[in-house]
């Protein structure tokens, strides 16, 4: 089937206006992951979903960062008053379950490069 | 907290091997490699787990040595295809978070 989409796969926006970031998780993934994606930083983690509930959302850097999954399926990820530091790129990833198992590996989709102006 | 990948670059040429190195501050419950090519999305290598059940793709194996907290990654016979950021990722439980290195850039050269 398909695998995880995004959209859009750019955003280009000024300081200071409010951006959502769609992720459509692989059918049937219960998990669904937020990363974002610096240069020279690696894959920082934002918020975990496990269906349309978020146990883990440790990795938000500040309260104008918030995201929701409605449905058990698509996710937004919102970031209200951008700032330049918040450019990057923001992956998004869904696996079977939230479990680490050697069944179970995240399928990340091909990102949205949010740039901040 | 992030843990740490050695070497942060490696260049290599086609049929020569590798090893990318993570370790950990805390201790682990599982570790996971991803391979990144230059404006793709990650894609799955290896999960290893406490244990020693772990699952990858052929042509690449891996080691978890749990009370070091250390995994590496072993490249045998490198590709062109090879070349890519690996980025090793760790849970310090079954369903918490996976937090990533900043990766190891590798080049395999012809």
């Known amino acids: 089937g398909a695998g995880v989409s995004q959209s859009p796969s750019n955003k280009v926006t000024e300081k200071g206006k409010d951006v959502e970031l769609r992720c459509d998780p692989i059918?049937?993934?219960?998990?669904l992951y937020w990363y974002r994606q610096s240069l020279g930083q690696g894959l920082e983690f934002l918020i975990y979903?496990?269906?349309?509930?978020?146990?883990?959302k440790s990795g938000l850097p500040s309260d104008r960062f918030s995201a929701e999954r409605t449905g058990g399926s698509v996710s937004t990820l919102t970031i209200q008053r951008t700032q330049q530091e918040d450019s990057a790129v923001y992956l998004c990833?869904?696996?079977?379950?939230?479990?680490?198992?050697?069944?179970?590996?995240?399928?990340f989709g091909p990102g949205t490069r949010l740039t901040v102006l | 907290q992030q843990p740490v990948q050695s070497p942060q670059a490696v260049i290599l040429r086609e049929g020569e091997d590798a090893v990318i190195n993570c370790s950990s501050s805390k201790a682990l419950y599982s570790v996971h490699w991803y391979r990144q090519k230059h404006g793709e999305a990650p894609v799955f290598l290896m999960i290893?787990?406490?244990?020693?059940e772990q699952k990858g793709h052929e042509k690449i194996s891996a080691s978890f040595n749990e009370k070091k907290q250390q995994s590496s990654l072993y490249l045998t016979a490198s590709q062109l295809s090879y070349s890519g950021t690996y980025f090793c990722g760790t849970a310090s439980g079954g369903y918490q978070k996976v937090t990533f290195g900043i990766g190891t850039k590798l080049q395999v050269i012809p």
């Open positions: 059918s049937g993934h219960t998990a």
């Open positions: 990833a869904s696996s079977l379950d939230g479990s680490f198992s050697p069944y179970n590996e995240q399928f």
């Open positions: 290893l787990l406490k244990g020693g």
């Open positions: 979903f496990q269906g349309n509930s978020a146990p883990d």
